[in-house]
């Protein structure tokens, strides 16, 4: 039987089978948050990567998870931080603007990108064309149809301007994939 | 989120994103097969050999005694005072010393000299200047944990969300209707 989050947490803080409820906590979230990443990042071999980094953070931040908070927001608001950090790194790594939408194609992507079916594809790169913040907001809006309120605890940002990002993210994605 | 929440994104995307609107949310990407079963080993595996068990427990004390280790010589108050009055003195002889020389244009034979201190030194002076040296690169790398430990504090995350906004796409947001309707 799967543990609820507040038994997962009861159990890690007071360190009653600390492994097992840990265990129990990669089951849950494991693959909502590799959709999650990976969606950002693409590449597999990359999004197991950051994965593996975010349950490492979670694990040695438990300490600092405030009881009154919401366990999935907070794995996702460390998954977002780490996928931003993971895509900047390498943007800096290959020495290229951060603004580059080129980085996207060069970073591995492009095989994939050709196994998508045309619409798709020109989703794809119409995606990448956005701020990695601003994609973050879309796939949590569009892919995973998060509130907006559980998206504002994600990314620490009002619902406004949460709703005027997702807003304008749809308008330049519609736009992309008018003119090409 | 509720049914009428549901359909009030559903128009407005409809609206402002006929194209996207009229396609399939398809997942194209694909996780190798037997990834999910293996992750939490993995995982724990990674989390034994980055933070062995015990290791914060041990750490302040192997640090404790590595400091105890330093010779630490405590010189009383009024001795410092006079070492102090006699270290001013000789750096303002070598001052005058160093005019003098300069002046007799003797520069090669100052350089020449000073190269000859470190030659003078005895060996239980070179071991505490090393000491020293070890202890600077000791702060600095602390230094460097604490920084680096401070830069991407878990808790806190995004709040400097940069979204990215024109001034027009502001004002064309604003000027839209839809988002006014939807409830939280």
């Not at chain 2, 293996?38 to 989390?47: C, E, F, G, S, Y």
Request: proline share 2%; net charge negative; hydrophobic share 35%.
């Amino acid at each position: 039987m799967q543990l609820s989050d507040d038994e997962i947490v009861a159990q890690i803080k007071t360190g009653q089978d600390t492994n097992n409820a840990f265990r129990a906590l990669i089951e849950k979230y494991q693959e909502r948050l590799y959709w999650h990443i990976r969606r950002m990042i693409i590449d597999h071999d990359d999004t197991d990567d950051v994965l593996q980094n975010v349950f490492v953070k979670t694990w040695k931040g438990f300490a600092n998870f405030r009881e009154d908070s919401n366990l999935y927001t907070w794995l996702y608001r460390i998954a977002t931080n780490e996928s931003i950090t993971f895509i900047n790194k390498k943007k800096k790594e290959n020495n290229i603007s951060i603004d580059d939408e080129s980085y996207h194609l060069h970073a591995g992507q492009a095989d994939y990108l050709m196994d998508c079916e045309e619409i798709q594809e020109k989703l794809e790169k119409a995606l990448l064309t956005l701020p990695e913040k601003q994609r973050a907001v879309f796939h949590m809006k569009y892919y995973e149809d998060m509130k907006y309120t559980q998206m504002s605890e994600v990314v620490g940002t009002s619902v406004g301007a949460l709703k005027a990002s997702y807003h304008i993210a749809v308008k330049k994605i519609e736009t992309y994939l008018i003119e090409n | 989120m509720n049914k009428k929440n549901e359909n009030i994104e559903k128009e407005e995307l409809m609206k402002i994103a006929p194209t996207l609107f009229g396609m399939k949310k398809v997942n194209n990407l694909k996780a190798p097969k037997g990834y999910f079963s293996n992750l939490a080993d993995t995982v724990k595996v990674r989390i034994d050999n980055e933070v062995p068990n015990g290791y914060f427990e041990n750490l302040a004390d192997k640090v404790l005694a590595k400091i105890q280790k330093e010779e630490i010589k405590v010189i009383p108050i009024q001795k410092r005072n006079i070492t102090r009055i006699i270290s001013v003195a000789a750096s303002i002889a070598a001052i005058f010393t160093i005019g003098f020389l300069l002046n007799q244009n003797n520069i090669e034979e100052v350089i020449a000299s000073s190269g000859n201190y470190l030659e003078n030194l005895t060996s239980s002076e070179l071991s505490e200047a090393m000491d020293y040296h070890e202890m600077d690169e000791l702060i600095c790398y602390v230094d460097f944990e604490e920084e680096f430990n401070e830069e991407l504090p878990i808790e806190n995350s995004i709040n400097d969300i940069d979204l990215d906004f024109t001034s027009d796409e502001i004002d064309e947001y604003l000027s839209s209707d839809y988002y006014l309707d939807i409830e939280f």
